[in-house]
């Protein structure tokens, strides 16, 4: 209890308190498991520009979220400001989390914002965060230290001061001999580069300008020192970028690991329902992809159920043969959700006269049906409505009574093959769909449809594809590809999307097989059809 009462002090239920936090440089492998933690718990989430947006995709609905990198005309929000928001959210008594891109106090101003913090008597935490500095010359292979190249690395901003003048000390960085790394020093490459030899460094000395580092749009430029500014300029790079310089860099060639990841450089959009993340967003990412988590549904359990109910109680004794029917693995956790509420044993629902027949649309259904001790009779070798039904419709025997238990708005293709054989068919709604969105996550999203930057959606129904529209209906959808789970989604995906201007012309595909695993083989041949061609 003691303990109890410890973590409970600590955590503050009753106080507010913040977390200086670093979200790493974007990739969202490289979020710290701490920061990953205050994400969940926070109450109030405060953020930078350079927050990526992947990692803002795993923030939940709820969160109070606080955008400081950009207001009115692109400015960010003034660094007083920031300090007051984070005052005023901490005295109401919230967890805060102010979330910044790399580490919170390499040039991300946490220092200020502890003293304030302090100042007033506020409790904060700091949790580091892996820094660009050293993340993304990595991504780029190049290390930022090298027994055989240099002894040290140097983190340096080349952001000037208010009067354009620098505050860099040219010849003092020459006599170091070690790796320099440039934040924010984009605007000042010229001059940068023009200092370290007018001070003596040799124009041959390997350099490096890496944008979007660690992200789907990372781009890099290795040069000398002498034709760095010239070639970064012709590459047409980003921002946020940063500049490195040392002999390190001449390893970039020799040790390109991130390039070589099959989906590196795409940016996939994975849509699905809040309550069942799956496992595709994880197989993109091993694969080297970035991917944006993007719930666009939201289940609504019918509770309590009045006609589960009565339909449950007597269940097994209607007909000599009974089929309970699941569509969904959400349909599959509601049910034994809800036969737990209504404190119906399973004894009760399977122990009846009848001869007891449980059908799944698919693979994912038919796992989740087995994790709770039931193994399905029959999954169609196609996952999708209409073959249930058809498959269902061979086996069963005449006079069966069958039970569906899925969505409201369940697919009606089920039914017609069930009533030709004049099957009894009680359809019952476990849950609606409703849609959802994360207003930060969809402002970016939509900034990137508009920019091309978005190579792939996934659905994984025709709900979800409602849900993505109902965000995303202005769009355009140039240079995006949709891969659907099924025809059936596909269909969706084709009346939706496909109505309006050429600009919404976009290519739908649709996975071989009605499974995450058919997605991820349809997004890979996808990319490597395109890579033969060009
Ligand atoms: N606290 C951050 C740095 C903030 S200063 C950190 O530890 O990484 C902002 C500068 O960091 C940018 O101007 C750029 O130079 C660099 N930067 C941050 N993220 C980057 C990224 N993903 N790719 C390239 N440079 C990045």
Request: proline content about 4%; charged content about 25%.
């Amino acid at each position: 209890m003691v303990i109890d009462k410890k973590i409970r002090e600590t955590d503050m239920e009753q106080q507010g308190k913040v977390w200086l936090a670093g979200a790493g440089p974007g990739d969202v492998g490289l979020l710290t498991i701490k920061t990953r933690k205050i994400m969940e718990e926070a109450d109030t989430i405060v953020y930078d520009a350079l927050v990526s947006t992947e990692i803002l995709s795993l923030i939940p609905d709820e969160k109070e979220m606080i955008d400081v990198g950009k207001r009115q005309g692109n400015h960010p929000v003034p660094q007083k400001e920031i300090n007051q928001i984070l005052l005023e959210k901490a005295m109401e008594g919230k967890k805060v989390l102010r979330l910044k891109g790399g580490d919170p106090f390499v040039f991300g101003r946490g220092g200020e914002e502890a003293e304030v913090l302090a100042e007033h008597g506020i409790l904060f935490e700091v949790v580091p965060g892996v820094t660009s500095a050293a993340a993304v010359p990595a991504y780029a292979g190049i290390p930022v230290t090298h027994r055989d190249y240099t002894s040290s690395f140097h983190v340096i901003t080349g952001h000037p001061r208010k009067d354009g003048s620098s505050r860099i000390d040219y010849p003092a960085l020459v006599s170091l001999k070690g790796t320099l790394v440039f934040l924010m020093g984009i605007t000042s490459l010229g001059k940068i580069c023009r200092g370290l030899m007018d001070a003596g460094m040799d124009p041959d000395t390997m350099a490096a300008v890496i944008a979007k580092g660690t992200t789907a749009g990372q781009k890099n430029v290795v040069s000398t020192l002498e034709h760095l500014e010239d070639e970064v300029l012709l590459s047409g790079i980003g921002t946020p970028a940063l500049v490195v310089v040392g002999s390190v860099c001449s390893l970039a060639g020799r040790f390109v690991w991130r390039a070589a990841l099959p989906l590196n450089g795409k940016q996939i959009v994975v849509t699905r329902p809040r309550e069942n993340p799956g496992h595709l967003a994880g197989w993109l990412r091993t694969l080297g992809a970035q991917v944006i988590e993007m719930p666009t549904i939201r289940t609504k359990v019918i509770s309590p159920n009045e006609r589960l109910c009565e339909v449950m109680k007597k269940f097994g004794t209607c007909a000599d043969q009974e089929w309970l029917v699941f569509t969904s693995v959400i349909g599959v956790r509601v049910f034994f959700q809800e036969l737990k509420h209504l404190k119906i044993d399973l004894r009760q629902l399977l122990g009846g006269p009848a001869d007891i027949k449980i059908a799944a649309i698919g693979a994912a259904t038919e796992r989740e049906l087995a994790g709770t001790g039931i193994f399905a009779d029959v999954v169609p070798e196609i996952f999708n409505a209409e073959s249930l039904g058809t498959c269902i419709a061979e086996k069963a025997a005449p006079g069966s009574h069958i039970v569906i238990v899925r969505a409201e708005q369940g697919s009606p293709e089920l039914l017609p093959p069930l009533a030709r054989k004049r099957l009894a068919v009680e359809d019952i709604p476990l849950y609606t769909t409703v849609y959802t969105g994360n207003d930060a996550v969809t402002g970016r999203v939509k900034h990137l449809l508009e920019n091309g930057e978005i190579d792939i959606v996934t659905f994984t129904s025709a709900s979800t594809v409602r849900g993505f529209m109902a965000s995303f209906e202005e769009s355009g959808f140039e240079n995006m590809c949709a891969v659907c789970i099924g025809e059936q989604t596909k269909r969706e995906a084709e009346r939706c999307m496909k109505t309006s201007d050429e600009r919404n012309a976009l290519q739908i595909l649709t996975a071989e097989e009605a499974s995450e695993e058919g997605i991820l083989q349809t997004i890979c041949d996808h990319f490597l059809q395109n890579t033969k061609r060009e």
